[in-house]
């Protein structure tokens, strides 16, 4: 398998632009994970998916950040309008099923997207 | 809700141990996690520990938890300049598929 797939990896755009996102988890895994990786901030779940469905969402930053999962195997995320303070890594990440895996909550994580706002 | 904490440098000679310590506060997690982060690179899972397992070894690592103190290790035997990294804990929140992670230990390997 080519494991978490993420694109694009870097993306330098201007305040005010929309950005997306996009992430191609693991073929079988039915859970999917969006974080944020900043140096003052480390490591933030922003939103998690589970059979497509958002599950928790509360780290979501604010309203312009959006999050879908349209099917199994794609997810997006959305800024709109972004700003310089969103400059970070987005990490995509998923998992198996618990009783598949045997060991719930492995995830695996995608190389990340370097987003600069300027 | 859980809270993990990590000390955020370790410098070691090439050959030594090292050993990165971690602290968290929720005690319910069943399991709790070492992920390796290269430059420029996701997160690599490393080894885990099963919440009723005080030791687990792995090659050259050696995971130790000890509940009572809700404190966990990872030991790198025979560090290797590969091995520069930040490694991070992580644990997963009472009744969800979250991993609350720690802020991440750099691990700095010099020859």
């Known amino acids: 398998d080519a494991g978490v797939i993420q694109s694009p990896r870097h993306e330098v755009t201007e305040m005010g632009q929309e950005v997306t996102l996009r992430c191609k988890p693991i073929?079988?895994?039915?859970?999917l994970f969006w974080y944020r990786q900043t140096m003052m901030r480390g490591l933030e779940l922003l939103i998690y998916?589970?059979?497509?469905?958002?599950?928790?969402d509360s780290g979501m930053p604010e309203d312009r950040f959006s999050a879908k999962m349209p099917n199994a195997s794609f997810s997006t995320l959305k800024i709109q309008p972004s700003e310089p303070r969103d400059s970070a890594v987005y990490f995509c990440a998923s998992s198996l099923p618990a009783l598949r895996q045997g060991r719930k909550d492995t995830q695996y994580f995608g190389p990340g997207t370097r987003l600069t706002v300027l | 809700g859980e809270d993990v904490e990590q000390s955020l440098f370790l410098s070691v000679r090439e050959g030594d141990s090292s050993v990165i310590n971690c602290t968290y506060t929720d005690s319910s997690s069943t399991y709790l996690y070492w992920y390796k982060q290269e430059p420029g690179a996701g997160l690599q899972l490393l080894t885990y520990i099963f919440s009723n397992m005080d030791m687990k070894q792995d090659q050259r690592l050696t995971v130790l938890l000890n509940k009572k103190d809700k404190h966990l290790s990872l030991r790198i035997a025979d560090t290797q300049t590969g091995d520069s990294a930040i490694y991070f804990c992580?644990?997963?929140?009472?009744?969800?598929?979250?991993?609350?992670f720690g802020t991440g230990t750099r691990l700095q390997v010099f020859p």
């Open positions: 998916f589970n059979n497509n469905v958002p599950i928790d």
């Open positions: 992580a644990g997963t929140l009472y009744n969800t598929d979250k991993l609350i």
């Open positions: 073929s079988g895994h039915n859970s």
